[in-house]
C-alpha cells in the first residue's frame, strides 16, 4: 500500500475508494462493499444522487463561496426556510454550521449567551448523559460522556455534570419499563438538586442513543418526565438530533416520537447526508432574539451557510420529503429490527437488539441472562467489523459502556434501502457472525 502522509484516528488504512453508487461503494480494484452503517450514519439518501449532484453542479455555474458578513444567498435562505418548517413550534430561527460538533457548540454557546444576557449568569451547568457522545470540539466533549474521549482533554476542560442513560435493558428487576423510565428521569431531578436548581443551564441528550449506546431508545415515561423537569426548573432542554434526524428513525426529527418540544436543535449527518459538510441549530425564537438584541451571537464559522453545501442540503431534503423516506426507514426499520432480533435464535452471545427506525443495533454479551459483557481482550466490536468488512459488509461499533467494555454494532444502512438489499446485508452478517464466533470460541445454535 501506498505511503500516506494522512492520519486520522488510527493508524489503520483502508482500500482506496473508487466510487459509489446507491447502497454500495466500490474500490479502486473493483472490489464492491455494502455500506449497511451508512458511513457514520450519514448517508441517508444513498450515494450519487443524480437530483442532489445536479443541485451542486447549478450552485458550482454560480457561486461556491459568499461570506454571511457580506452577502446573504439563496441556497441558504432556502434551507432555513425548510428547516424551521420542519421543526416544533416556535423553533424558526436556524443558525447553519458545517458538522454535527459544531452545531452541539453552538446550541452550549447560544444556551449560555441567552441566560448570560437575561440575568441569569449564575446558569452555566449543562447536565448530559453517561454513556453518551456529542462531538469532539472541546465544549462538546465536556458534556460527553465516554471515557476515552474526555480524560486526555479533561485538565482543559470543565467537565459537565452526568446521569445514568437510561440503559432499561440492563436492569434486572421488578419494575415495569414505565416505572424504570421514572427511576431515570428523577435522576435528572436529583443531579439538578445536587448542583444547585440555579446554576443548571441545560439537558442535552439524543433522543435515541447514537453510537455511544448503540440506538438506545428509553420507554415513553422517560421523555415525557425529563421534558416535564427541564420545565419546572426552567432549563433550557437540547436535543442532540445530530444522528437521529433527517428522517433516520422514522419521522424527520426522533423528538417527534415522544412529542418533545425542545428549546434547542442540533442537526447534521443526514441532512446533507454527505454529500458537503453541513449542519443546523434550530433555536426557539425568544432564546435567539434575545441574544441579537443584546448585541449578537458572538459566535460563527468561516463556512456557515455556504452556498455550495446549502444548495446540496436543500436537494437532500427535497428526495427525503418527496420520497418520504422517514416513512420509508419506520418500515424497512421494522423488517430489519426484526431479522436482526431473528439472529438471537443462532447465537446466544447476542444479547439485545434495539433502535428504532434504521437506527438499530445489536449487542454482544457472555452471558444473556446477566449480560455481562464479553472480556474486554476479546476486542470483539473490532472482530466482528474486520470479518464483516472483509466479505464487503460495512457495520459501526462501540464500545457500549462508557468506552471502555461492551460491543455494540450499529446497522443502519440508507433509507433507500430495498428488501432484496436487506436480505443482502443480513446473509453476509451471518456469515460474519459465524467466521467471528468459530474464532471467539462462542457458541452457535444450528437449528
Not at 441556497?75 to 413550534?89: D, G, K, Q, V, Y
Not at 444522528?243 to 419521522?251: C, D, K, N, S, V
Amino acid at each position: 500500500m501506498h505511503k500516506s502522509h494522512l492520519f486520522y484516528q488510527t493508524g489503520n488504512r483502508r482500500p482506496r475508494v473508487g466510487r459509489a453508487e446507491g447502497i454500495y461503494l466500490w474500490d479502486v480494484d473493483g472490489k464492491r462493499y455494502i455500506d449497511a452503517s451508512s458511513g457514520p450514519m450519514v448517508s441517508n439518501i444513498g450515494h450519487s444522487n443524480p437530483r442532489v449532484l445536479a443541485a451542486m453542479k447549478k450552485q458550482m455555474d454560480s457561486a461556491t463561496f459568499a461570506y454571511r458578513l457580506h452577502f446573504e444567498n439563496d441556497a441558504a435562505e432556502n434551507l432555513a426556510t425548510m428547516t424551521a418548517s420542519l421543526m416544533p413550534p416556535g423553533l424558526d430561527r436556524i443558525f447553519l454550521v458545517s458538522g454535527g460538533s459544531e452545531a452541539v457548540e453552538s446550541a452550549l454557546k447560544l444556551a449560555r449567551q441567552y441566560a448570560y444576557v437575561t440575568d441569569q449568569r449564575e446558569r452555566w451547568k449543562v447536565i448530559s448523559l453517561f454513556p453518551s457522545y456529542h462531538g469532539s470540539t472541546l465544549g462538546a466533549v465536556a458534556v460527553t460522556g465516554m471515557h476515552q474521549f474526555v480524560e486526555p482533554f479533561r485538565a482543559m476542560i470543565r467537565v459537565m455534570p452526568k446521569i445514568s442513560a437510561p440503559t432499561c435493558y440492563l436492569d434486572r428487576d421488578e419494575l415495569t419499563l414505565e416505572e424504570r423510565g421514572l427511576r431515570y428521569a428523577k435522576l435528572l431531578r436529583d443531579k439538578i438538586e445536587e448542583e444547585g436548581p440555579g446554576s443548571v443551564l441545560a439537558f442535552i441528550m439524543e433522543p435515541v442513543g447514537g453510537a455511544s449506546t448503540g440506538a438506545l431508545v428509553a420507554p415513553d415515561s422517560w421523555y415525557r418526565e425529563i421534558s416535564a423537569i427541564c420545565k419546572e426548573y426552567g432549563i433550557l432542554l437540547i436535543a442532540d438530533e445530530v444522528m437521529t434526524g433527517a428522517g433516520r428513525t422514522g419521522r424527520f426529527l426522533a423528538s417527534e416520537h415522544w412529542n418533545l418540544q425542545p428549546d434547542i436543535i442540533a442537526m447534521a449527518k443526514g441532512f446533507a447526508a454527505g454529500y458537503a459538510p453541513l449542519g443546523a441549530m434550530a433555536a426557539d425564537r425568544k432564546i435567539v432574539d434575545a441574544v441579537l438584541a443584546s448585541g449578537g451571537f458572538a459566535h460563527g464559522y468561516t463556512y456557515a451557510g455556504n452556498p455550495l453545501a446549502c444548495a446540496a442540503g436543500v436537494a437532500v431534503l427535497d428526495e427525503v420529503l418527496e420520497n418520504n423516506l422517514a416513512g420509508r426507514a419506520a418500515e424497512q426499520g421494522a423488517r430489519l429490527k426484526s431479522m436482526l432480533a431473528g439472529l438471537m435464535d443462532r447465537y446466544p452471545f447476542i444479547g439485545d437488539v434495539r433502535g428504532k427506525g434504521l437506527l438499530l443495533a445489536f449487542e454482544l454479551v457472555a452471558d444473556r441472562t446477566t449480560m455481562e459483557p464479553l472480556p474486554a481482550e476479546l476486542n470483539a466490536h473490532i472482530k466482528l467489523v474486520e470479518e464483516a468488512y472483509s466479505r464487503g459488509l460495512i457495520i459501526y461499533s462501540r464500545r457500549t459502556r462508557g468506552g471502555i467494555v461492551g460491543d455494540h454494532f450499529m446497522v443502519c444502512p440508507p433509507l433507500i434501502v430495498t428488501d432484496a438489499e436487506l436480505d443482502e446485508i443480513l446473509a453476509i452478517l451471518t456469515d460474519s457472525l459465524d467466521a467471528f464466533a468459530a474464532s471467539a470460541n462462542l457458541a452457535v445454535s444450528r437449528n
